[in-house]
């Protein structure tokens, strides 16, 4: 038995001093340091932060099949590092790709032993495999995932409308959520790439926000006419705000996410032939990324998310500085924290929009939150101890996940995660990490 005092604990309603009581891995209480009862242990973290488990609900963890891009041991031991108790895998980068229950049950498998933190699992839409949906949603996937161009992954296809037509109703009686990558690309906007492979203004060019503008338009349209939950992934283009703004007001079931990536870099900044900035929709300019932090002010957009995509260096392209053929995909993992809290801090947001945007928001998209993403009596204990005032540079030696490959090299970060609890067992200590792995599998 537990109490994890601090001068500063995120709660749903205040931020507030006192102590968190942790019993069997269970929230008991918050009560003021006085009522602590004399059989629990004190552990005082003083002005450190507590402020629930982060949950990061895109992740590519690439196992199996590919664990040379990434793995269950390195994504989670990453993820601890940075505070995150629960993560979410992405179903196209393994092989085989989850767009079936055997698929799924193989994923399992290969996790098992290799957890540091808990992890759930996503079921993959692709033209034809409409018959898996309902037995993979009875599996326990957390939701279906679908690219509307090309993903990347030749054995995980786009869906057409068509195939929305098709798996949209199912998806609509599973309950849960549709997850979209949207660019789409109409004849009229389709285009042959003919600027220089190494320029990122010609990157940026080929992927216009109205590939982004025409996917969600056509969401919207779906989720008016089935009435099925849509999740936008990765919301790049400021552009789309006022669409999305009016689909909520209408009542439609849209949740929206975007990642740390486009609120901390800005296009204008990115150096020519550095493939580690490419991912797709890609970095938009400075006016754009201010726009997008209106978004989460005015909560039209929901939650911040990793997209954790890594690959072998080799795929990056950094010799050829190739934006068009390098793989498109940024890996933060471990640093979604510390790069949020250093531009949200600048825009007068809290310790309690962070938890929101990164606690409790995706405990209620992936249907966890009445036991996860928040401190009060009765959730699991799922913890972050974390330092706001410190900064540190991001050095290849501190990074956990695979390859250390990331455009925040050399970026100075506010926040440093010190402690990680899952379940009220400390897993992760001032860059150490505790105890065996205790990660679990997370169903719906």
């Known amino acids: 038995m537990v109490a994890l005092c601090s001068r500063t604990i995120i709660t749903p309603d205040a931020i507030r001093e006192g102590a968190v009581l942790i019993q069997k891995g269970i929230i008991i209480g918050v009560v003021n340091?006085?009522?602590?009862?004399?059989s629990f242990h004190v552990e005082d973290v003083g002005e450190s932060v507590i402020m629930p488990g982060l949950i990061d609900s895109h992740v590519h963890i690439n196992e199996p099949g590919r664990t040379e891009w990434e793995g269950f041991e390195t994504a989670t031991n990453a993820a601890a590092a940075g505070g995150i108790t629960t993560l979410v895998d992405m179903p196209l980068n393994s092989s085989p790709v989850t767009i079936s229950v055997a698929a799924l049950e193989e994923k399992i498998a290969a996790s098992k032993g290799k957890l540091r933190v808990d992890c759930?699992?996503?079921?993959?839409?692709?033209?034809?495999?409409?018959?898996?949906?309902?037995?993979?949603?009875?599996?326990?996937?957390?939701?279906?995932?679908a690219f509307l161009v090309h993903s990347g992954i030749d054995d995980f296809p786009n869906a057409t409308?068509?195939?929305?037509h098709a798996a949209m109703p199912l998806i609509a009686e599973s309950g849960l959520p549709l997850l979209v990558h949207a660019e789409y690309i109409l004849p009229e906007t389709a285009r042959e790439y003919t600027?220089?492979?190494?320029?990122?203004a010609d990157y940026l060019a080929s992927r216009p926000q109205v590939w982004e503008r025409d996917a969600i338009a056509m969401m919207i349209r779906l989720c008016r006419e089935y009435s099925c939950r849509v999740h936008i992934v990765h919301v790049a283009s400021a552009d789309v705000l006022p669409m999305l703004a009016a689909a909520r007001a209408e009542g439609l079931p849209l949740t929206t996410e975007t990642c740390p990536q486009y609120l901390f870099f800005a296009a204008e900044d990115i150096p020519d032939g550095d493939t580690r900035f490419k991912c797709a929709p890609p970095i938009r300019e400075r006016e754009n990324r201010?726009?997008?932090?209106?978004?989460?002010?005015?909560?039209?957009?929901d939650m911040i998310v990793s997209d954790h995509s890594p690959?072998?260096?080799?795929?990056?392209?950094?010799?050829?500085?190739?934006?068009?053929?390098?793989?498109?995909?940024?890996?933060s993992l471990q640093f979604g924290l510390p790069i949020v809290w250093t531009e949200?801090?600048?825009?007068?947001?809290?310790?309690?929009n962070v938890a929101r945007w990164m606690s409790s928001r995706p405990a209620g998209f992936l249907g966890l939150s009445d036991r996860?993403?928040?401190?009060?009596?009765?959730?699991?204990?799922?913890?972050?101890?974390?330092?706001?005032?410190?900064?540190?540079?991001?050095?290849?030696?501190?990074?956990?996940?695979?390859?250390?490959?990331?455009?925040?090299?050399?970026?100075?970060?506010?926040?440093?995660v010190e402690q990680t609890y899952l379940r009220g067992t400390k897993v992760f200590e001032h860059g150490v990490f505790v105890g065996e792995r205790c990660g679990q599998i997370v169903s719906a």
């Open 120 to 145: 759930g699992f996503y079921g993959g839409i692709i033209p034809g495999n409409t018959a898996e949906i309902l037995p993979l949603a009875r599996a326990g996937v957390l939701g279906f995932k």
């Open 161 to 164: 409308e068509a195939d929305l």
């Open 344 to 352: 949200a801090r600048k825009r007068g947001f809290s310790f309690t």
């Open 290 to 301: 201010e726009r997008l932090w209106e978004g989460l002010r005015s909560d039209v957009l």
């Open 33 to 38: 340091r006085t009522d602590i009862p004399s």
């Open 195 to 200: 600027g220089n492979p190494r320029s990122y």
């Open 372 to 416: 996860k993403g928040a401190i009060v009596a009765g959730h699991i204990a799922d913890i972050v101890v974390w330092n706001p005032d410190i900064a540190f540079v991001v050095e290849p030696s501190m990074i956990q996940h695979r390859h250390k490959l990331t455009p925040y090299q050399g970026k100075t970060l506010f926040g440093v």
């Open 311 to 331: 690959c072998t260096p080799d795929l990056k392209r950094l010799q050829e500085g190739d934006f068009q053929k390098a793989w498109g995909g940024i890996a």
